[in-house]
Every structure is written in C-alpha cells, then in structure tokens.
C-alpha cells in the first residue's frame, strides 16, 4: 500500500507561516483518488478523531474547513508525487499534528473532508504556535 511521509512542521509565532510537504512513495494509479491535510488536537486518539483541513481531487478541485478558508492552501505536484498545505496568518488554535492522507472511492464526487473517507494515512507531523 501506497506510504504516505509528512514533512515541514515546526514551531512559529502567531501570524507567522509554514508549509508542509507529504510525499507519497508510489503514484496512485486511479482516476477517483484524492488527498487531504487533517489534524488532531491534544487529548484526541485515532483517526476519527482527526478534523479534516483541506482536501483536492486528482483534477484539482479543493474544500476547506472554514476556520483555514483564506488562511491555508492545498496544492499538489503530480510530478513529485508530494502534496502541500501552505499555512499563513497561523493562530495558536491551530496548534496539532497535521496528517496527510489518501483516498480513491469511486463513489465520492467532490474532495471530502471526513477521515472516513480516506484509506491511507501518514504519521503526522506537529505544528505549534506561540501567541
């Protein structure tokens, strides 16, 4: 199964910005997969437990959970088979382990955000901000 590698968190003052890169370690050979950025906050377990940030499709089309809308961006390099989230105007709410992740159900037709929905998962990365 395809390996997901999550890379870029860090520490950072309020306002301030990081990126994040999720490399997978083989091309997913579907037409319906998708990848998102998810996170965790303290005292939260499992994958469901994990809130969806940001989504995209193989074509490109994106979702947002609201509280990142104008703040983060997904974007992916099919070449380098990475993923990435942009995060700028970071706040200290939005301090958690961010984990990227992969899915490929024919049946979802617009880039989802529950972790249900996502088959393959990487081993998170942890973002903190100081106010």
């Known amino acids: 199964q395809v390996r997901l590698v999550e890379s870029g968190g860090g520490s950072v003052q309020a306002g301030g910005s990081l990126r994040l890169s999720c490399t997978l370690s083989?091309?997913?050979?579907?037409?319906?997969?998708?990848m998102g950025w998810f996170r965790q906050f303290p005292g939260k377990e499992g994958e469901k437990e994990r809130d969806?940030?940001?989504?995209?499709?193989?074509?490109?089309?994106?979702s947002y959970a609201d509280s990142v809308k104008g703040r983060f961006t997904i974007s992916k390099d099919n070449a380098k088979n990475t993923l990435y989230l942009q995060m700028n105007s970071l706040k200290p709410e939005d301090t958690a382990v961010y984990y990227c992740?992969?899915?490929?159900?024919?049946?979802?037709?617009?880039?989802?955000?529950?972790?249900?929905?996502?088959?393959?998962w990487g081993q998170g990365t942890q973002v903190t901000v100081s106010s």
């Open positions: 969806g940030v940001a989504s995209i499709t193989r074509s490109g089309a994106t």
């Open positions: 992740a992969a899915g490929w159900r024919f049946w979802v037709a617009y880039p989802p955000l529950g972790s249900v929905d996502f088959d393959a």
């Open positions: 083989e091309f997913i050979d579907s037409e319906y997969y998708y």
